[in-house]
């Protein structure tokens, strides 16, 4: 079995936790919309998940929307003493599955409630803000995020929220979260190729606080990468396997939450927490977020790696 302790621990509020995580999203439907993809297989991911040692497991009632939450409650309740559950409210889905805002106080107050409803939680160990910009909602914005932190800053204060993080956000609505309320992890979009919060990345961790990307392996659009691959079979791992290695060897304060509905891609994705690149193969693939020519590939010098677990697949 895999030793995920081998990718070391953080803090996430007054909690620590392993550093590889599980991002429930995906045992919705699909674009996270509609019924379950497999019951049965949702419950045994979730209960393997937890028996390997995740202890941080990532969720939203807009997820389905609800039936991600149902499951996890069905699956894993009562929780183990030690299992953090975060969540996110700032949105809703539409009958057709589009993805709406949904911030005001009224609206953030409702989905903590839903959240700790459908989970049968009396309070939730942490909850994110998912700030919405750009013509979709998807996208950023620099806009204020004051009212809506600081009704969530509110809620806490009345013990149905113990911590607060923020995702989808600039540096800027970063800085104003954290001077309405305690900020214990930011989560935002960023892999291997996608590395526009660097800076923020480390000037989080010099603070103690938890950055967890999303869409760690290219999201509905996975990662597919010349570079990528080729390192991979060098390391005797799966490209997935290096995406994620990649990230954890990226800064301490970088919480992995790869999602999956399926117990073999989860065993997969698992095992990136006992693979450790080396420097030349981080190097190569620092080239990839600067947007320039793939490196040639030259064969790594270092002793035989432990062989992974290998995928057909690319998508998680």
């Known amino acids: 079995m895999t030793n995920i302790a081998a990718a070391g621990t953080f803090r996430l509020g007054d909690r620590t936790v392993n550093r590889m995580g599980y991002g429930a999203m995906q045992l919705a439907g699909p674009h996270v919309f509609g019924p379950l993809k497999d019951r049965a297989e949702a419950i045994a991911v979730l209960r393997e998940a937890v028996g390997a040692g995740v202890n941080h ?110 995702s989808n956000a600039t540096a800027t609505q970063v800085a104003e979260a954290r001077g309405i309320a305690p900020v214990i992890c930011v989560q935002n979009f960023y892999n291997v190729v996608h590395r526009e919060d660097d800076a923020m990345i480390d000037s989080l961790a010099a603070e103690g606080i938890a950055y967890v990307p999303f869409f760690p392996l290219g999201g509905f659009s996975p990662l597919q990468s010349d570079t990528l691959s080729a390192i991979a079979k060098e390391l005797g791992a799966t490209s997935m396997q290096t995406a994620l290695a990649s990230l954890l060897q990226r800064s301490p304060n970088i919480l992995l939450i790869p999602g999956t509905s399926s117990r073999v ?35 790594a010098r270092v002793g035989a790696p432990k062989r992974l677990h290998r995928s057909r697949t690319l998508a998680r």
Not at 81 to 94: F, H, N, P
């Open 265 to 299: 891609h989860l065993r997969e994705n698992l095992a990136a927490a006992e693979l450790r690149l080396p420097a030349n193969a981080v190097a190569r693939l620092n080239v990839l977020s600067m947007g320039g020519p793939e490196p040639p590939i030259h064969p």
């Open 57 to 166: 497991i990532d969720t939203s009632d807009y997820y389905g929307p609800f039936v991600v939450n149902e499951i996890i409650r069905e699956a894993l309740h009562p929780y183990p003493a030690d299992l953090t559950i975060v969540t996110k409210v700032g949105a809703r889905r539409g009958d057709d599955g589009s993805w709406l805002p949904a911030q005001s106080a009224a609206d953030l107050a409702a989905a903590v409630h839903d959240n700790l409803r459908r989970l049968g939680l009396e309070a939730m160990e942490v909850v994110n803000f998912r700030a919405m910009g750009g013509e979709n909602g998807m996208g950023k914005s620099e806009d204020s995020i004051a009212a809506q932190f600081s009704a969530l800053a509110k809620l806490r204060e009345q013990g149905l929220i113990r911590h607060l993080g923020i």
